[in-house]
């Protein structure tokens, strides 16, 4: 059974710092692993998507990378703004069961 | 599109109430999730459907439980009789396929009193 769990589950940072989350699977036969922000109060928005064939996906400040072989992903914030102030979430889907979440790394950029 | 569409957005009720929470996926998509969030427990798949045929209810806390899908573009989430421990954020989603990129609706905050 796929468990995912995202360490710290809190982080706090000053504005313009780089910053890393990071997030374990327990079954290294994913399919997708996918990234999500939540805002308070709100849905989740996709913001990453790895397929299990690829290494990395990069969208404008955001890359994500994906190692099944050590069951991890990272998700690389650059240049961190205040706006970008929300929950991380990660989730990963293998064989035929859908999206497995981690509890999530709530993160606060300070101005 | 209009994304995933969940109504009510906030539903209040008492215990012993029954309570059905709604679903419009994305036109389109053949994949329909239905997940609960808590803070203690994160964000827990209940059931999913694909091609309006329910393949993994496992999730499904118990009997009081149950959802459908009578077409491609609907789906109900009812708990009868609602209890307080239900009170969550009860979220849709909907991807072309199941094992493919998901999206999400903006949920359902349920409060059980």
């Known amino acids: 059974k796929q468990e995912v769990t995202q360490i710290p589950a809190a982080l706090s940072v000053p504005e313009g710092e780089n910053l890393v989350l990071n997030c374990s699977f327990t079954?290294?036969?994913?399919?997708?692993l996918q990234w999500f922000r939540q805002d308070p109060g709100k849905g989740l928005t996709s913001l990453l998507l790895i397929q299990s064939s690829q290494r990395e996906q990069t969208s404008g400040r955001l890359n994500a990378s994906l190692d099944k072989s050590s069951g991890r992903s990272t998700l690389y914030i650059a240049a961190s703004q205040p706006g970008d102030s929300a929950t991380y979430l990660c989730?990963?889907?293998?064989?035929?069961?859908?999206?497995?979440f981690g509890k999530g790394t709530r993160l606060s950029v300070i101005a | 599109d209009a994304g995933v569409i969940q109504s009510p957005r906030h539903e209040v009720t008492e215990m012993g109430q029954e309570v059905t929470l709604r679903c419009k996926p994305i036109s389109g998509h053949n994949s329909l999730f239905w997940y609960r969030q808590t803070m203690m427990r994160g964000l827990e798949l209940l059931i999913y459907f694909n091609n309006n045929v329910p393949i993994d209810d496992s999730g499904m806390p118990e009997d009081r439980f149950s959802a459908k899908m009578p077409n491609a573009s609907f789906s109900t989430l009812k708990i009868q009789p609602s209890e307080p421990r239900d009170s969550a954020v009860y979220f849709c989603?909907?991807?072309?396929?199941?094992?493919?990129?998901?999206?999400f609706g903006q949920g359902t905050r349920l409060t059980v009193v």
């Open positions: 079954d290294s036969a994913i399919y997708n």
């Open positions: 989603a909907s991807s072309l396929g199941s094992l493919s990129e998901a999206f």
């Open positions: 989730a990963a889907n293998s064989g035929n069961t859908p999206l497995v």
